[in-house]
């Protein structure tokens, strides 16, 4: 027998010793070849002990599973609510004074001026209205502001706030210095206060705690005219806004103003005067005065006046820049209104105008000379006055 033959067959048996050993031991009965007696079988308990069917299932080999984590009870008032709560409640509890205070502080410990100096700019037009939402909402006058940003007087401040066109005063140090001013304060996340809004709401509190008695309240009446066929053909909203005393003047009524026809006696930079010291009235918006103009329009071309008109027609200048504007007819009606209500008599530049308009049905509102072209003779030139005549 060759080598390699004994060796298989010393393994052959090697393996077959190690298999029946596993095996319990069966009696094995002998019988003649004619004999009828049958050989046992072995047992199903020796089955199984062969096929291995009743050992224990084998360990995996990762790592145990976790258990699962029992459900957390859900319970009132638990401890992140809780600081929420309390988080608000420090908020509500700051005053307008504090919060007017924090936004005006300097800033430069917190960052520098010079880390913007790299920073795209916007146009000019943005930043003046910035600055006129900051002087509207009375937490600084022009003088305080201009001295912020390193002017002696209000002089430079009011040249840059005066030129027009997204370019506009772009050589003037209020310009840069104001845009750092107030990117300050976006870096440093401190909003401007709304200050009308926390007016009013404090107005709000204290007429609830006065009482019914001395509450004067805001009243807003709304009226439709309908056509023959039962349908609104327009719209006429007469809303009067007590904001801290403003009488009502949903009762006044203006010639011509049925066809939105009233004459005008005042020009546009008169009227923009009168925006610029009425929206300083505490608790006053200027969303909610947009709506107050808009409602004297008796045939309005347009859906509503927006802040953004409003913000354009005070961005001009010129007695008749903005003639054409909804804002500008709009709110004449609407301080007229308002004179008639407190009682105010003419001023002598208001008595001037009518003599100089009255022929002509009030102020012209067909012509602004930004968009109206006048033919002119060799060597003639045209001026338009403080009372918007063309000279």
């Known amino acids: ?28 009965y002998k019988t003649p070849a004619n004999s009828s007696i ?6 199903s308990a020796q089955l199984m002990a062969v096929t291995g069917a009743n050992r224990p299932a084998p360990k995996p080999s990762g790592p145990a599973a976790k258990p699962a984590a029992a459900p957390i009870p859900s319970v009132a008032g638990n401890a992140p609510k809780t600081a929420a709560v309390a988080s ?28 913007f100096e790299d920073d795209p700019m916007p146009s000019c037009n943005a930043v003046r209205g910035k600055i006129n939402k900051l002087l509207d909402s009375g937490i600084m006058n022009k003088a305080e502001f201009a001295k912020v940003l390193g002017s002696t007087n209000a002089n430079t401040l009011n040249r840059f706030l005066h030129a027009t066109g997204p370019m506009g005063g772009s050589g003037s140090s209020m310009y840069y210095n104001a845009w750092v001013w107030f990117k300050q304060r976006e870096y440093a996340k401190i909003k ?35 056509s023959s066929n039962g349908n609104p053909s327009s719209t006429a909203k007469m809303i009067a806004s007590s904001v801290a005393g403003l009488p009502d003047i949903s009762g006044i009524h203006l ?29 006053l918006t200027q969303t909610q005065f947009c ?29 008749n820049a903005g003639a054409k504007s909804s804002v500008f007819y709009a709110a004449y009606c ?23 308009w009255a022929a002509d049905g009030g102020f012209d509102r067909e012509n602004d000379h930004r968009t109206t072209y006048f033919f002119l003779g060799a060597g003639d030139s045209a001026t338009i006055d403080q009372y918007g005549r063309m000279g």
């Open 1 to 28: 027998m060759s080598g390699k033959h004994r060796q298989s067959t010393v393994l052959a048996d090697a393996s077959n010793r190690a298999n029946i050993s596993i095996v319990p031991p069966v009696t094995v």
């Open 38 to 43: 049958v050989t046992p079988m072995p047992s």
């Open 88 to 115: 608000k409640k420090r908020k509500a509890e700051t005053t307008l004074e504090e919060d007017i205070a924090a936004y005006k502080q300097n800033l430069d410990h917190i960052i520098s001026p010079h880390a």
């Open 192 to 226: 401007m206060p709304d200050v009308k809004k926390r007016q009013k709401l404090e107005v709000d509190a204290a007429t609830a705690a006065a009482g019914p008695s001395n509450t004067t309240t805001t009243t807003t009446t709304t009226t439709t005219t309908s």
């Open 255 to 283: 010639e011509g103003e049925e066809t939105d026809d009233v004459p005008v006696y005042d020009t546009c930079d008169d009227i923009r005067k009168k925006i610029n010291a009425h929206l300083k009235t505490p608790g």
């Open 291 to 319: 709506r107050d103009i808009y409602a004297q329009l008796r045939a309005p071309k347009c859906k509503g006046i927006q802040s953004k008109q409003l913000a354009d027609f005070r961005a001009l200048k010129g007695a």
């Open 334 to 356: 609407y301080f007229e209104k308002l004179r008639v209500a407190q009682g105010k008599p003419k001023t002598a530049h208001r008595l001037t105008m009518e003599t100089l």
